[in-house]
T-cell receptor, first 116, second 114 residues
Framework: AQSVTQLDSHVSVSEGTPVLLRCNYS??????LFWYVQHPNKGLQLLLK??????LVKGINGFEAEFKKSETSFHLTKPSAHMSDAAEYFC??????????????FGAGTRLAVHP | DVKVTQSSRYLVKRTGEKVFLECVQD?????MFWYRQDPGLGLRLIYF???????EKGDIPEGYSVSREKKERFSLILESASTNQTSMYLC?????????????FGPGTRLLVL
């Protein structure tokens, strides 16, 4: 079965500095990987997804992630944090259910705080 | 614009009550999902449905059931609510089951069982 591990439960950065949210995955086949973001009191929104095309994936709001098969990693980065980036971020992998249907497996989440 | 709505943002129920959580999507999606979200555990899949009247158990189906009588509506039922079902419940939909589809989420229902 697939799984994801988010290596940090909390990350704190200053506004204007780089953001790095780390994610490692476990997969028995070529995975589809996603990052979702959840702002306070809001539903989840897709940031970006990797689907075996380019290994560097660009998403919304200046975020990007790089798929590294040798390291089984899919870290999320942004060159310069903005106050509005404060949210919870989830790394997600696609898995197959016992019935043969694909489903999403979520990491535990990383809460990003951005300080002035 | 894509929209998934959930019937309540906040709900307070007593132990043993029967609880219905409703989800409606306006995108004509085949697939709908129910998750619960708990701190430190991320989202865990309770049930999903890939067609009207069809359902499949997720990772934590115990204590829950679902109903999908119409394509746009997916209901989560707690037959006899318990305090360990206090949680945030999120509904999602997607256009098809595959490895690359995006799921669209509702705003969530925060349920407190006393």
């Amino acid at each position: 079965a697939q799984s994801v591990t988010q290596l940090d439960s909390h990350v704190s950065v200053s506004e204007g500095t780089p953001v790095l949210l780390r994610c490692n995955y476990s997969s028995s086949y070529s995975p589809s990987l996603f990052w979702y973001v959840q702002h306070p009191n809001k539903g989840l929104q897709l940031l970006l997804k990797y689907t075996s095309a380019a290994t560097l994936v660009k998403g919304i709001n200046g975020f990007e992630a790089e798929f590294k098969k040798s390291e089984t990693s899919f870290h999320l980065t942004k060159p310069s944090a903005h106050m509005s980036d404060a949210a919870e971020y989830f790394c997600v992998v696609s898995d197959r259910s016992s019935g043969g249907y694909n489903k999403l497996i979520f990491g535990a989440g990383t809460r990003l705080a951005v300080h002035p | 614009d894509v929209k998934v709505t959930q019937s309540s943002r906040y709900l307070v129920k007593r132990t043993g009550e029967k609880v219905f959580l409703e989800c409606v999507q306006d995108m004509d999606h085949e697939n709908m999902f129910w998750y619960r979200q708990d701190p430190g555990l991320g989202l865990r899949l309770i049930y999903f449905s890939y067609d009207v009247k069809m359902k499949e158990k997720g990772d934590i189906p115990e204590g829950y059931s679902v109903s999908r009588e119409k394509k746009e509506r997916f209901s989560l039922i707690l037959e006899s609510a318990s305090t360990n079902q206090t949680s945030m419940y999120l509904c999602a939909s997607s256009p098809r089951l595959g490895g690359q589809e995006t799921q669209y989420f509702g705003p969530g229902t925060r349920l407190l069982v006393l």
